[in-house]
């Protein structure tokens, strides 16, 4: 008496004859895209490895110290010589080249489309629903799509990070634009400065802290899809956790996920710190 009526909606086939014509109509630049993530990864993670382990902590000191203060950059240094210790340096570098790669990328397009947004209300209108179906989706979602247009490995891996680390970055560009003083962007005006000169030299300057506090969540929730990244093949820490799982071995779980713990402390108090020092100079001026 209570079953649903026999009535089937195609809907899904729909979605899967659409991602088949994407693939066929848009294969160049799938390939475009594959490879500038793959060049990015491997550059940055070059450029990290030629660096000696002790330079690394040394910058890592700095940065926490310059952000922080000298506690801080002590602390985060130790953090990373313990995931030196636990044998997993290697795997923290490809983490850390993953993110990064998947942060610039997400900035590149956000910050951008955030300040379209908060120029257009038509725009914003038609861009909302889709941030809210990025975020809202499960993670796992993102996967299927990744696999299909890049097969498996780290490039995979970042297309699924952006969908999901996008929205926050675009959001709070949109928010800090909206967000500035009216009376400061009249005077501007009045001066006679243009468009793209008050953007520029007004309402930018102004956001900045706020977008700042975007990019900060954009890193961390791109650092939250390391262990789900790696069900597609990605390496580094996540992939480590990832077999610590299917190996039902606790230690390396324990050291694997203590050490995404560690940089996730350190990348939220370095951004932090920096959106901190950007809204210390605006009060200053």
């Known amino acids: 008496m209570g079953d649903f009526p026999d009535i089937q909606s195609n809907l899904g086939e729909y979605v899967s004859n659409f991602v088949d014509f994407l693939d066929s109509a848009l294969a160049g630049l799938f390939d475009f895209i594959f490879f500038i993530s793959s060049r990015t990864i491997n550059g940055i993670e070059g450029f990290l490895d030629f660096l000696p382990w002790w330079l690394f902590l040394i910058l890592i000191f700095l940065l926490g110290w310059y952000f922080k203060s000298v506690w801080s950059g002590v602390l985060y240094a130790f953090f990373i010589f313990l995931v030196g210790t636990f044998g997993l340096w ?20 956000g910050i951008p489309l955030g300040v379209w947004m908060a120029f257009s209300k038509g725009f914003s209108t038609v861009m909302r629903p889709i941030l809210d179906a990025m975020q809202t989706m499960p993670s796992f979602v993102y996967l299927i799509p990744a696999i299909f247009f890049f097969g498996l490995g780290n490039v995979s891996a970042i297309f699924a990070t952006l969908i999901y680390a996008l929205p926050p970055v675009i959001r709070l560009t949109e928010l800090a634009i909206r967000g500035v003083d009216p009376e400061v962007v009249e005077s501007a005006q009045s001066f006679g400065s243009s468009r793209w000169q008050m953007l520029t030299k007004v309402q930018l300057p102004q956001a900045l802290p706020t977008i700042m506090a975007g990019v900060n969540q954009t890193t961390m929730m791109a650092l939250a899809m390391v262990v789900i990244a790696s069900m597609v093949g990605a390496q580094g820490l996540g992939e480590q956790v990832l077999i610590s799982i299917n190996r039902i071995d606790i230690a390396l779980g324990f050291e694997a996920g203590i050490s995404i713990v560690f940089l996730a402390i350190i990348i939220d108090r370095v951004t932090g710190g920096v959106a901190d020092r950007f809204q210390k100079h605006r009060r200053a001026k």
């Open 90 to 109: 290697s795997e923290m570098m490809m983490t850390i080249s993953i993110v990064l790669s998947a942060v610039i990328i997400c900035l590149v397009i």
